[in-house]
Every structure is written in C-alpha cells, then in structure tokens.
C-alpha cells in the first residue's frame, strides 16, 4: 500500500506564489554581492531570510580592494553588510562575528588576525572591531578613518560623508591607541584642532576636514 504523500503527478506538487520573487530577490542579491563560495553564501541567506535578519548583502556591486600589502578579501562593502547585521546591538558575541564573517564567504584567519589585535575575549564591541575593519581596509590612521566615514555616513554616495563626530572620536582614539607610539596628548591636540569646524556643521565630521591634510 502506498504512502500517503507518494506524488503521482506534477499537478500535486503545490509552488508557492511567493516563490518566484523570492528566486528574484536572490539572483539579484548573488550578482551584488558576488561570493566567492555561493553555496556557503546561499545558506547564511536562506537562513538570514527565514529569521527575519539582516540579509548578507551588499548594497551593490563592488571590486575588491587590497591594502597596502595584500588582498585580504574585505571590502567596503562586506564591512558595511557585517555593520547592518552586528551593530544594532553594540556587542556581538565571537560566534555570532564568525557565523556572519563565514556567511559573507570571508577568509577565517583574516578574521582571527584582527581579533587577536584587538584581544578581544567572547563579547566583542562591535565599533571596536568595525574601527579595526576599517585598519585592514586602510593601511593607515587617517585611510582607516576615511573608510569609516564613509562606510558609516548616511550621505549619499559621492558626498561629503559625514558622520557624527562622537563616533569619529571613539574610532580614532581606540585606533590611535592600539598603535602605542602616539600620546595622549597628540590624540587630545588632534580631536581639538577639528573642534571649531564640527562645531559649524551641527558636531559632524566630514573626509575633508581631517583627511587630505592628514594623509
């Protein structure tokens, strides 16, 4: 006796309507974000979509970029999609960053290199991390900083990339602390130098007012 559910025909076979938007929204989301491993990628977004999270997508396509040094496999792109997914709740947890990081087809080792630098133990300050994302991107202070305004700013692309200068100070600061060879004081004489221009623009701070003097 057969099995209540054997199929016998095609018309059994019930396709939800919502479907074909679905494959839509993906194959678009696919080209975007152009992962590297799709497979693995496919999963984080299925996965991502059925709880309702922040997807791992970028907002559009990009071209790699390397450092000074080596191709690290971040980007602009995939550093401001980890920002949507872990910065709504300041911490993250070190598996909750590596399940997104894989998700995003991401080598682990980069990973774990910038973890080590920022010795961070199971609960991870989001900005902290994101500040040594923008490090991986940038080579230097001031091109990580740049990277950050501009992954961060809610202008549009091309513009002056604003951000709220609290931010900018955090970012530049646990930067310039993890070097070790720039006092305080130097750190202090910077942040006040670009006082008197945050204070113009209602405390945000733009790529022009410390970048092109700076690099």
Same mark, same amino acid.
């Given at each position: ?5 054997? =199929?016998?025909? @095609?018309? %059994? ?6 479907? &074909?938007?679905? #494959? $839509?929204?993906?194959? *678009? ?33 990009? =071209?790699?970029? @390397?450092? %000074? ?6 980007? &602009?792109?995939? #550093? $401001?999609?980890?920002? *949507? ?131």
């Amino acid at each position: 006796m057969p099995l209540p559910d054997t =199929m016998y025909c @095609a018309q %059994q076979i019930s396709i939800p309507p919502e479907l &074909p938007d679905i #494959l $839509k929204n993906f194959t *678009k989301a696919a080209i975007r974000t152009q992962p590297k491993d799709l497979l693995q990628w496919s999963e984080a977004y299925f996965s991502a979509l059925s709880k309702g999270e922040c997807l791992p997508v970028k907002d559009r396509l990009e =071209m790699n970029v @390397a450092t %000074q040094k080596t191709d690290t496999g971040l980007t &602009p792109g995939l #550093l $401001k999609t980890l920002h *949507k997914q872990l910065s709504p709740r300041q911490t993250c947890s070190k598996e909750e960053l590596q399940k997104k990081w894989k998700g995003l087809c991401l080598p682990m080792d980069q990973l774990e290199t910038l973890l080590s630098l920022g010795n961070f133990g199971s609960d991870i300050d989001w900005m902290e991390f994101f500040a040594l994302g923008c490090s991986a991107l940038g080579g230097t202070l001031m091109s990580s900083l740049k990277f950050a305004c501009e992954i961060l700013t809610e202008d549009e692309e091309g513009g002056a990339a604003r951000i709220p200068f609290s931010i900018f100070v955090k970012l530049y600061t646990y930067l310039a602390h993890l070097d070790g060879d720039m006092p305080q004081d130097h750190i202090d004489l910077f942040l006040r130098s670009l006082q008197a221009q945050v204070n113009k623009q209602n405390g945000m701070i733009q790529v022009s007012n410390f970048y092109i003097s700076r690099k």
